[in-house]
């Protein structure tokens, strides 16, 4: 809105709110650094991020940060790290194993940990199994299986397994040393050997996944090494990076078919070259990322109005309810609104991370529970039918549909009543 009044550029130190599930680095109402800027391109944006954050880590830290920061796609990261969000200061990098997908609908990876059948005993493998299990319910993959890798192969190749299958695959019926080698070249293709622990899974082309199954392992593995002083991971170590190239839409069930949704937001633009295939492409979107934190996002936004509401009404099919509620902005980029596009950094998530803090709860005044509650101020709370009334509120409740006007209480009302 205020790019279409004529505004060259501004940033803010927005209040937002967030109706999403809370977690340490989540709080229901948050604080924004919020900039937006006319006729410029991301990498405009990028740099003027950059050299922010450049500033605040050697004003606060007295360190040192190399610009420009790195860039990777949304495809590599999690591809390689299973996440869009990765954390690049240790290895445990996942490996695609294209010829073990069975049809163009998968994709086949693998995670090792070298040593990891011997690090970890089968109580220890739990919270791994169960992690797992989540994940594959929440559609991050359709099957992950854990394997032991030793001299004669690998253990736990149960018939449903993608390993046992694609042996099988073939309709050739190989013999025990022919099966040796088959499964060697995959495990040669991998640098897996005896002693180390493997992870195989193979998940659905058609879900845009945050984090995949290997992904999640991924972190809880790096966790559960870092208990047994198998791998040290610098708390000092600040691997900033821009994640870029996200689908502009996001499958939201493991279908084909399955409707779409906004990956970051409905007024990201696509790339211009793409918007015959628009839908397919990835966007303008961008985030900012360090040491497997999100920090912020942004995106070159629609300036144009045909194809915002061609977003509402075709892509994202929303009803015309919605598209009502839209309606303002529509009608603003209709006037002659420029091509622009911003960024939202985190403020509560930076000054966590600038002082060490394990929860943002840590440096917010105030801060909301695990449902939202205000513990200080006792919100929310049932509001008293004098309270309605003040404001000309009544409440239907079940059995009664219907609801009497209440009475508007007044100074006078008031005094009267007393």
Known sequence: ML??????????IARCFRDEDLRADRQPEFTQIDL????????????????LIQRIWKTIKQVDIAVPFTRMSFAEATCKYGSDKPDTRFGLEITQLPDLALDEHIVAEAMVIPGGAELFTARELAPFNDLIANS?????SKLTTIHKVNSQGVTGLGKSTLLSRWLAGSGDVLDQQQ??????????????????????????VHVTPANTTLGRVRSLAAKALQEKGALTIPSDKYNFLWVEDFPLFTRESDDAQGKLSATHHPF????????PLLGTDPAKHYDIVLNGVELGGGSIRVHD????????????ELSPRVQDGFSHLVTALGHGCPPHGGIALGLDRLVAILTDSASLRDVIAFPKSANGRDLFMRAPAVATKEQLAEYGICVATPGNGSCKQPTILTPDSAHQDK
């Not at 937006?36 to 050299?51: A, C, G, L, N, P």
């Not at 070249?185 to 193979?202: H, R």
């Not at 990201?268 to 918007?275: G, K």
């Open 268 to 275: 990201t633009a696509p790339v211009e070259s793409d918007l």
């Open 136 to 140: 594959q319910r929440n559609s991050e």
């Open 36 to 51: 937006e800027m006319s006729f410029v391109t991301k990498e405009d944006i990028q740099s003027v991020v950059e050299r």
């Open 305 to 316: 109005p045909a194809v915002q509401s061609y977003i509402f009404k075709d892509i994202l």
């Open 179 to 204: 099966r040796q080698a088959k499964l060697s070249s995959v495990l040669n293709s991998i640098s897996a050997k005896s002693s180390d622990l493997l992870f195989v899974s193979e998940r659905s």
């Open 3 to 12: 790019m279409a009044a004529g505004f060259d550029r501004y940033y803010q």
